[in-house]
């Protein structure tokens, strides 16, 4: 399918002819991909005034809807075989001049291979935006200048390297607790009076946050791996990454590949670096990272820190890493009740996101503030009921093993209900770890059979229900079996260790439908006890 090119150049008008150039993008782009990201990206490259192309290879009626509405913009989309045969996202349009990929597509997609031949680089989102704070700041003087505001930012300096006016970026990656982690960041910048947003993997197109009307003084940025992957320029104030585990291996093609993507967010940081003490893959990215003259290597840890480091003494979170005469002196920042909830893993969060703020000059009082405002999403741990004794916790967005240990780790016993997608991960360490713990296992899910082989290995002594169904009461029978191997004061928690797309949409459906599935057993319990 193709849709007709046509002229909607707003932001180029704005910014003047020559605004691609100046932000180094060329005219003719190709946009992979009609997910979020991609339209996102396909809008604001048009609007600038480049000719852009949107391959996909899907065609159905979503597809199609998407393409009329980018076709709006004078944007050409191309769904699903072309009349060569040819699939959409496997052919570089002539002309391409450089291709921006949404997260999803894999390194060795046919067209980033064509790409590759033809000298075309091929970049993310997070690279465009990255490339666009100038114009942003530019757009943002412009309106205020079109308001008669006197004190209207001036120009951008580049794109590249610091920008005038532009919002500073505090990154943050890893295998887990990416999400929760800027969303606690976010929390405490706005606790400091600070105008800031969470953006990037957390759901917010950065683009379009870095192009719009808002101004901020800094933004809590969540990046995947493969965001990072094809953000070659990127250069923040401050980065964390949390933890590394295998995952993703089946998109990267190795761990070392996939702890090299991860390590892309310290890349020439100015102030900190921020890394996990107790996982020490994440400082050896620090190590290998080539940052600004006096950034500082930042440590993190539940136990008691050492200088450089943000700890835990008596239940109190401490700072000994933005305080004078660090050798000798701490700053008490909250109390472990502040964190919600205060799991291990999440106060792990909770230290990572105020080394960061600390980065940026937050105060101590706004880092207890941010976190005691803080409210983690759905799906994230979350209490869900407590039915005849047995409490039941949804963490449908443990989507892989250390997710999932960490998960496992916060209760005791436990009744866990797991599988989904492997993505290649293997599950032999996991039940290791948390054998002891574990009262029985409902298995359900594409790749459930390798948790099977795990459990028989590791855990042979507890029960184990193979749940052969993909049908729409799969989980509601799964949540009977799971009650009716629990005794009174035992957890059942979903926490997959997998992927959901074998048997739903995304991790929200599934953990819409653990929750649903529980309270269809809370009324049957308080039908039968009335």
């Not at 020559?18 to 609007?47: E, K, N, W, Y």
């Not at 949390?242 to 291996?249: G, I, Y």
């Not at 191997?485 to 957890?491: F, H, I, N, P």
Request: net charge negative; glycine share 10%; proline share 5%.
């Amino acid at each position: 399918m193709g849709s007709r090119q046509v002229s909607t150049t707003d932001l180029a008008d704005a910014l003047g002819p020559d605004a691609l150039g100046r932000f180094g993008l060329p005219g003719r782009i190709t946009v992979a991909g009609l997910g979020i990201s991609g339209i996102s990206a396909a809008r604001a490259l048009a609007r600038l005034g480049a000719h852009v192309t949107v391959v996909d290879n899907g065609d159905g009626d979503a597809h199609r809807a998407k393409a009329a509405e980018l076709a709006e913009l004078g944007i050409e989309v191309r769904l699903g075989r072309l009349p060569d045969g040819v699939r959409a996202g496997e052919g570089l349009p002539e002309g391409t001049e450089l291709v921006v990929t949404s997260p999803g597509w894999k390194p060795d997609s046919p067209l980033f291979l064509e790409a590759e031949k033809a000298g075309v680089d091929v970049v993310g989102d997070v690279e465009i935006a990255w490339r666009l704070r100038g114009a942003g700041v530019e757009l943002r003087a412009a309106r205020a200048a079109a308001a008669a505001e006197p004190d209207a930012a001036g120009p951008a300096d580049s794109a590249e390297g610091p920008v005038r006016g532009a919002a500073e970026w505090l990154a943050i990656t890893g295998t887990n607790g990416k999400t929760t982690t800027t969303q606690m960041l976010a929390s405490i910048l706005k606790a400091a009076g600070l105008r800031t947003a969470a953006v990037g993997n957390i759901g917010t197109p950065i683009i379009d946050v870095v192009l719009g009307e808002q101004e901020y003084d800094v933004l809590a940025v969540e990046l995947s791996s493969y965001q990072l992957h094809w953000a070659p320029s990127l250069r923040v104030h401050s980065a964390a990454v949390l933890n590394l585990a295998p995952d993703h291996l089946d998109w990267h093609g190795s761990m070392e590949a996939y702890a090299a993507d991860k390590g892309r967010i310290y890349e020439g940081n100015t102030v900190a670096c921020v890394y996990n003490v107790a996982d020490k893959a994440t400082e050896d990215l620090v190590a290998l990272a080539d940052v600004e003259e006096g950034c500082r290597a930042i440590g993190f840890t539940l136990g008691a820190p050492g200088p450089s480091m943000l700890g835990v003494v008596d239940g109190i979170l401490v700072d000994r890493a933005f305080v004078e005469n660090r050798q000798k002196n701490a700053q008490e920042l909250a109390q472990v009740e502040d964190v919600n909830p205060p799991a291990p893993h999440n106060i792990a969060n909770a230290l990572a996101a105020a080394a960061l703020a600390r980065a940026f000059g937050v105060e101590p009082r706004a880092v207890r503030d941010g976190l005691r405002d803080f409210r983690p999403d759905a799906h994230r741990v979350a209490y869900v009921d407590e039915v005849d004794g047995v409490t039941y916790i949804d963490d449908s967005k443990a989507t892989n093993t250390h997710a999932t240990e960490a998960s496992l780790a916060s209760f005791e016993p436990v009744v866990w209900i797991a599988g989904g997608l492997a993505k290649g991960a293997t599950f032999d360490e996991l039940v290791r770890k948390a054998a002891k713990r574990l009262r029985a296992a409902v298995l359900m899910g594409a790749d459930r059979a390798l948790i099977a082989e795990a459990l028989a290995r590791h855990a042979p002594e507890i029960p184990v229900v193979d749940l052969d169904r993909t049908d729409t009461g799969a989980m509601l029978a799964a949540v009977r079996e799971a009650a009716r191997l629990a005794e009174r004061g035992d957890t059942v928690l979903l926490a997959p260790g997998c992927a959901s797309m074998d048997m739903f949409a995304n991790y929200n459906e599934r953990g819409d439908a653990f929750a649903d599935a529980v309270r269809e057993l809370a009324a049957e319990s308080a039908a039968n006890t009335a």
